[in-house]
Protein backbone atom coordinates (compact mmCIF):
# COMPACT_ATOMS: atom_id res chain seq x y z
CA UNK A 1 0.00 0.00 0.00
CA UNK A 2 1.63 3.17 -1.19
CA UNK A 3 1.57 6.29 1.48
CA UNK A 4 -1.47 8.27 0.07
CA UNK A 5 -3.56 4.99 0.43
CA UNK A 6 -2.16 4.11 3.71
CA UNK A 7 -3.24 7.71 5.24
CA UNK A 8 -6.74 7.60 3.84
CA UNK A 9 -7.28 4.07 5.18
CA UNK A 10 -6.07 5.28 8.46
CA UNK A 11 -8.54 8.30 8.00
CA UNK A 12 -11.69 6.12 7.33
CA UNK A 13 -10.95 4.19 10.16
CA UNK A 14 -10.65 7.34 12.39
CA UNK A 15 -13.67 8.66 11.29
CA UNK A 16 -15.92 5.07 11.71
CA UNK A 17 -14.55 4.95 14.58
CA UNK A 18 -15.39 8.41 15.90
CA UNK A 19 -19.05 7.65 14.32
CA UNK A 20 -20.17 4.38 16.15
CA UNK A 21 -18.59 5.90 19.39
CA UNK A 22 -21.56 8.73 18.97
CA UNK A 23 -23.88 6.30 18.29
CA UNK A 24 -23.07 3.94 21.36
CA UNK A 25 -23.43 7.18 23.37
CA UNK A 26 -26.97 7.89 21.72
CA UNK A 27 -28.44 4.88 22.15
CA UNK A 28 -28.29 5.36 25.51
CA UNK A 29 -30.90 7.91 25.26
CA UNK A 30 -30.66 11.19 27.59
CA UNK A 31 -33.86 9.27 29.74
CA UNK A 32 -31.69 6.31 30.80
CA UNK A 33 -28.60 8.45 31.70
CA UNK A 34 -30.69 10.01 34.44
CA UNK A 35 -32.13 6.12 35.16
CA UNK A 36 -31.59 5.15 39.01
CA UNK A 37 -31.39 1.61 37.57
CA UNK A 38 -28.30 2.66 35.53
CA UNK A 39 -26.63 3.75 38.32
CA UNK A 40 -27.26 0.62 40.57
CA UNK A 41 -25.68 -1.54 37.80
CA UNK A 42 -23.32 1.12 35.92
CA UNK A 43 -20.54 -1.32 34.93
CA UNK A 44 -22.92 -2.73 32.56
CA UNK A 45 -25.28 -0.20 31.78
CA UNK A 46 -26.29 -1.03 28.40
CA UNK A 47 -27.51 -4.59 28.79
CA UNK A 48 -30.57 -3.49 31.44
CA UNK A 49 -30.17 -7.20 32.90
CA UNK A 50 -32.47 -9.63 35.11
CA UNK A 51 -31.97 -8.05 38.58
CA UNK A 52 -30.24 -10.20 41.36
CA UNK A 53 -31.37 -10.10 44.72
CA UNK A 54 -28.68 -8.02 46.20
CA UNK A 55 -29.77 -5.47 43.24
CA UNK A 56 -33.13 -5.82 43.93
CA UNK A 57 -32.57 -5.03 48.17
CA UNK A 58 -30.37 -1.66 47.04
CA UNK A 59 -33.68 -0.41 45.35
CA UNK A 60 -36.21 2.03 46.98
CA UNK A 61 -39.90 2.01 46.19
CA UNK A 62 -39.55 5.50 44.96
CA UNK A 63 -36.40 4.46 42.83
CA UNK A 64 -38.87 1.87 41.44
CA UNK A 65 -41.82 3.96 40.33
CA UNK A 66 -38.83 6.76 38.74
CA UNK A 67 -37.55 3.67 36.90
CA UNK A 68 -41.67 2.81 35.70
CA UNK A 69 -42.03 6.65 34.75
CA UNK A 70 -38.81 6.66 32.57
CA UNK A 71 -39.94 3.39 31.15
CA UNK A 72 -43.31 4.99 30.20
CA UNK A 73 -41.50 8.16 29.08
CA UNK A 74 -39.57 5.60 26.40
CA UNK A 75 -42.82 3.81 25.73
CA UNK A 76 -44.76 7.04 24.51
CA UNK A 77 -41.51 8.03 22.58
CA UNK A 78 -41.71 4.97 20.30
CA UNK A 79 -37.85 4.36 22.24
CA UNK A 80 -38.20 1.07 23.19
CA UNK A 81 -35.01 -1.24 23.35
CA UNK A 82 -35.00 -3.88 26.20
CA UNK A 83 -35.21 -7.26 24.00
CA UNK A 84 -35.96 -10.45 25.56
CA UNK A 85 -33.11 -12.08 24.58
CA UNK A 86 -32.29 -16.04 25.27
CA UNK A 87 -29.36 -15.16 27.25
CA UNK A 88 -31.85 -12.86 28.79
CA UNK A 89 -34.51 -16.07 29.15
CA UNK A 90 -31.84 -18.64 30.19
CA UNK A 91 -30.32 -15.70 33.32
CA UNK A 92 -34.27 -15.32 34.44
CA UNK A 93 -34.38 -18.79 34.71
CA UNK A 94 -32.16 -18.94 37.87
CA UNK A 95 -34.34 -17.24 39.79
CA UNK A 96 -36.88 -13.78 40.22
CA UNK A 97 -36.29 -10.92 41.86
CA UNK A 98 -38.75 -8.25 40.20
CA UNK A 99 -38.99 -5.01 41.46
CA UNK A 100 -42.67 -4.10 41.10
CA UNK A 101 -46.28 -5.87 40.96
CA UNK A 102 -48.68 -4.91 38.32
CA UNK A 103 -52.46 -5.32 38.54
CA UNK A 104 -53.82 -4.46 35.49
CA UNK A 105 -57.07 -4.88 33.53
CA UNK A 106 -57.23 -8.14 31.00
CA UNK A 107 -57.39 -5.63 28.02
CA UNK A 108 -55.52 -6.09 25.02
CA UNK A 109 -54.28 -2.69 24.28
CA UNK A 110 -52.71 -2.62 27.38
CA UNK A 111 -49.43 -4.45 27.13
CA UNK A 112 -47.75 -4.07 30.55
CA UNK A 113 -44.25 -4.85 30.00
CA UNK A 114 -43.86 -2.86 27.27
CA UNK A 115 -46.08 0.80 28.42
CA UNK A 116 -43.36 0.16 31.27
CA UNK A 117 -40.06 -0.49 29.32
CA UNK A 118 -39.93 -3.52 31.18
CA UNK A 119 -38.53 -7.54 30.30
CA UNK A 120 -38.37 -10.86 31.33
CA UNK A 121 -38.15 -10.82 35.24
CA UNK A 122 -38.75 -7.23 35.88
CA UNK A 123 -42.41 -7.21 36.76
CA UNK A 124 -45.08 -9.57 37.91
CA UNK A 125 -48.22 -8.93 36.52
CA UNK A 126 -51.82 -9.85 37.70
CA UNK A 127 -54.56 -9.32 35.05
CA UNK A 128 -57.93 -9.46 36.09
CA UNK A 129 -61.06 -7.37 34.04
CA UNK A 130 -61.17 -4.42 35.64
CA UNK A 131 -57.89 -4.35 38.07
CA UNK A 132 -60.26 -5.58 40.94
CA UNK A 133 -58.98 -7.51 43.65
CA UNK A 134 -60.00 -10.54 45.18
CA UNK A 135 -58.40 -13.23 47.50
CA UNK A 136 -56.39 -14.72 44.62
CA UNK A 137 -55.28 -11.61 43.56
CA UNK A 138 -54.37 -10.59 47.62
CA UNK A 139 -52.33 -13.87 47.44
CA UNK A 140 -50.30 -12.78 44.61
CA UNK A 141 -49.67 -9.52 45.45
CA UNK A 142 -48.68 -10.74 48.95
CA UNK A 143 -46.19 -13.62 46.94
CA UNK A 144 -44.99 -10.79 44.90
CA UNK A 145 -43.68 -8.41 47.92
CA UNK A 146 -43.77 -10.39 50.71
CA UNK A 147 -42.11 -13.31 49.11
CA UNK A 148 -40.21 -12.70 46.28
CA UNK A 149 -39.17 -8.51 47.34
CA UNK A 150 -40.94 -6.66 45.30
CA UNK A 151 -41.88 -2.93 46.71
CA UNK A 152 -44.24 -1.13 44.73
CA UNK A 153 -47.47 -2.31 43.95
CA UNK A 154 -49.36 -0.34 40.76
CA UNK A 155 -53.01 -1.01 40.53
CA UNK A 156 -52.98 -0.08 36.67
CA UNK A 157 -56.93 1.25 34.84
CA UNK A 158 -56.93 2.77 31.59
CA UNK A 159 -59.14 4.87 29.21
CA UNK A 160 -62.22 2.94 27.80
CA UNK A 161 -62.43 0.36 30.06
CA UNK A 162 -65.01 -2.53 29.24
CA UNK A 163 -65.71 -3.85 32.39
CA UNK A 164 -66.25 -0.39 33.96
CA UNK A 165 -68.45 0.21 31.02
CA UNK A 166 -70.67 -3.48 31.69
CA UNK A 167 -70.16 -2.70 35.52
CA UNK A 168 -71.81 0.79 35.08
CA UNK A 169 -74.37 -0.99 32.78
CA UNK A 170 -74.95 -3.36 35.45
CA UNK A 171 -74.45 -6.42 32.92
CA UNK A 172 -75.52 -9.95 34.32
CA UNK A 173 -74.08 -12.71 32.27
CA UNK A 174 -72.82 -15.99 33.59
CA UNK A 175 -69.42 -15.58 35.97
CA UNK A 176 -69.40 -11.95 34.91
CA UNK A 177 -72.01 -10.83 37.28
CA UNK A 178 -69.74 -11.63 39.98
CA UNK A 179 -66.60 -9.78 38.70
CA UNK A 180 -68.58 -7.16 38.24
CA UNK A 181 -69.92 -6.97 41.30
CA UNK A 182 -66.62 -5.95 42.73
CA UNK A 183 -66.21 -2.96 40.52
CA UNK A 184 -70.29 -1.54 41.31
CA UNK A 185 -69.17 -0.83 45.14
CA UNK A 186 -66.92 2.25 43.13
CA UNK A 187 -70.44 3.30 41.23
CA UNK A 188 -72.89 2.75 44.12
CA UNK A 189 -70.63 4.91 46.57
CA UNK A 190 -69.99 7.79 44.43
CA UNK A 191 -71.50 11.42 44.92
CA UNK A 192 -69.37 13.47 43.76
CA UNK A 193 -70.13 13.46 39.66
CA UNK A 194 -72.75 15.22 38.59
CA UNK A 195 -73.73 14.81 34.79
CA UNK A 196 -75.07 12.13 32.47
CA UNK A 197 -74.31 8.94 34.85
CA UNK A 198 -74.51 6.49 31.80
CA UNK A 199 -71.65 4.17 29.96
CA UNK A 200 -72.17 6.62 27.14
CA UNK A 201 -70.54 9.64 28.90
CA UNK A 202 -66.76 9.50 28.22
CA UNK A 203 -66.59 11.65 31.38
CA UNK A 204 -68.57 9.41 33.81
CA UNK A 205 -66.51 6.22 32.53
CA UNK A 206 -63.59 8.00 32.98
CA UNK A 207 -64.70 8.91 36.65
CA UNK A 208 -65.68 5.88 37.68
CA UNK A 209 -62.75 4.24 36.53
CA UNK A 210 -60.53 6.48 38.60
CA UNK A 211 -62.67 5.92 41.48
CA UNK A 212 -62.48 1.72 40.69
CA UNK A 213 -58.63 2.24 40.86
CA UNK A 214 -58.60 3.38 44.18
CA UNK A 215 -61.16 1.19 45.52
CA UNK A 216 -58.98 -1.56 44.69
CA UNK A 217 -56.11 0.04 46.60
CA UNK A 218 -58.23 0.57 49.31
CA UNK A 219 -59.49 -2.77 49.36
CA UNK A 220 -55.76 -3.68 49.09
CA UNK A 221 -55.12 -2.25 52.50
CA UNK A 222 -58.30 -3.59 54.44
CA UNK A 223 -57.94 -6.64 53.16
CA UNK A 224 -54.30 -7.46 53.79
CA UNK A 225 -52.81 -6.79 56.76
CA UNK A 226 -49.46 -8.02 55.42
CA UNK A 227 -49.51 -5.12 52.67
CA UNK A 228 -50.66 -2.98 55.22
CA UNK A 229 -48.06 -3.73 57.33
CA UNK A 230 -45.30 -3.38 54.90
CA UNK A 231 -46.57 -0.26 53.49
CA UNK A 232 -46.51 1.04 57.05
CA UNK A 233 -43.36 0.55 57.41
CA UNK A 234 -42.14 1.66 53.93
CA UNK A 235 -40.90 -1.67 52.83
CA UNK A 236 -43.64 -0.89 49.72
CA UNK A 237 -45.59 1.48 48.28
CA UNK A 238 -48.84 1.10 46.83
CA UNK A 239 -50.12 3.61 43.77
CA UNK A 240 -52.58 4.47 41.82
CA UNK A 241 -52.09 4.75 37.79
CA UNK A 242 -54.15 5.43 34.71
CA UNK A 243 -53.09 4.27 31.07
CA UNK A 244 -54.20 6.34 28.35
CA UNK A 245 -55.42 5.00 25.04
CA UNK A 246 -54.33 7.24 22.59
CA UNK A 247 -51.29 8.20 23.69
CA UNK A 248 -49.90 5.15 26.32
CA UNK A 249 -48.59 8.12 28.16
CA UNK A 250 -49.27 6.66 32.23
CA UNK A 251 -50.65 8.86 34.67
CA UNK A 252 -49.37 8.29 38.38
CA UNK A 253 -52.42 9.34 40.86
ZN1 LIG B 1 -60.38 -2.72 31.13
Not at 97 to 119: M, Q, T
Request: a neutral charge; hydrophobic letters at 40%; glycine letters at 6%.
Amino acid sequence: MNTPKLLLTTLLIAVAGLIACQNNNNSLGDSKKNNPEFKVDSADVLSEKVLTAEQQAALTPDTILAILKTGNTDFVSDALTIRNTSSRIRKAALGQYPKAVILSCLDSRVPVEDVFHRGIGDLFVARVAGNIVNEDILGSLEYACKVSGSKLIVVLGHEHCGAIKSAIDNVKLGNITAMLSKIRPAITADTQFIGDKTSANKAYVHHICLENIELSIQNIREKSPILKEMEANGEIKIVGAFYEMETGKVEFL
